[in-house]
């Protein structure tokens, strides 16, 4: 794969909220940082097998986490600079079970009915207002095979603030508290098996445009479809 340098610029009024940076000038590490110690634990603890898509990606925070468990991991996001990092940075052992996809997560998935075996996705769907996240879980739901797995998670109460102290939002974001998160994801996944666990983090993320610490509490869901 060819480095992408080109920023994917941000259009917020149409639900595409990337960053409009050349990831090849942030480094090796994802922006986003290694990852939430209980998602990380759980990623360990989790039985992971067969065809996995992993969600707006990003610049692969956690895909190295899927592809050491996954048979093959599609790695899909708006931001074709942020998947050639991904793509880059992942070891040479990895590669022929790595696939990446480039689209918009509010349109149609690209992909058949019934094509994996497990979606995994963080850090996005909480930044969706109501109709357009049940777009996207019935989208999760076509392409998930009988007993499939899905494991996101959801912020909630979220406060960005910059190292100048301005609170920073992306566009016209809903404002989901635990609560409303908890009912809201049990709609939506009601013919699934649910598992919620609640987390939270403070965490500064510098290499963001803009800057910004992000505080706020998180579910954690791992629904199996039936």
Not at 4 to 33: A, N
Not at 44 to 49: S, V
Not at 117 to 142: A, Y
Not at 151 to 178: H, M, N, Q
Request: proline share 4%; hydrophobic share 35%.
């Amino acid at each position: 794969m060819e480095k992408v340098t080109k920023p994917c610029q941000p259009e917020e009024e149409k639900h595409i909220f990337s960053r409009g940076i050349d990831y090849f000038k942030t480094g090796k590490v994802s922006i986003w940082g290694l990852g939430d110690k209980n998602t990380l634990q759980l990623l360990k603890k989790i039985e992971i097998h067969g065809k996995w898509l992993n969600l707006a990606a990003g610049d692969g925070r956690y895909n190295l986490n899927l592809l050491e468990k996954a048979d093959f991991v599609v790695a899909s996001d708006i931001d074709e600079s942020a998947l050639s990092k991904l793509w880059h940075n992942t070891p040479e052992e990895y590669r022929a079970k790595l696939d990446t996809k480039l689209f918009d997560i509010t349109k149609k998935f690209p992909f058949e009915n019934n094509s994996f075996d497990g979606v995994f996705c963080t850090g996005t769907l909480h930044l969706f207002p109501k109709e357009i996240l049940q777009k996207i879980i019935f989208e999760i739901d076509r392409i998930l095979k009988s007993n499939g797995r899905v494991i996101i998670d959801f912020a909630t109460d979220v406060k960005r603030t910059s190292p100048d102290g301005k609170l920073v939002t992306f566009g016209k974001e809903p404002s989901y508290t635990l609560k409303d998160a908890k009912s809201t994801l049990k709609k939506l996944f009601k013919n699934y098996k649910i598992k919620m666990y609640d987390s939270g983090v403070v965490e500064d993320f510098e290499a963001a445009n803009l800057p910004y610490t992000l505080n706020c509490r998180f579910v954690i869901l791992i629904v199996d479809k039936k």
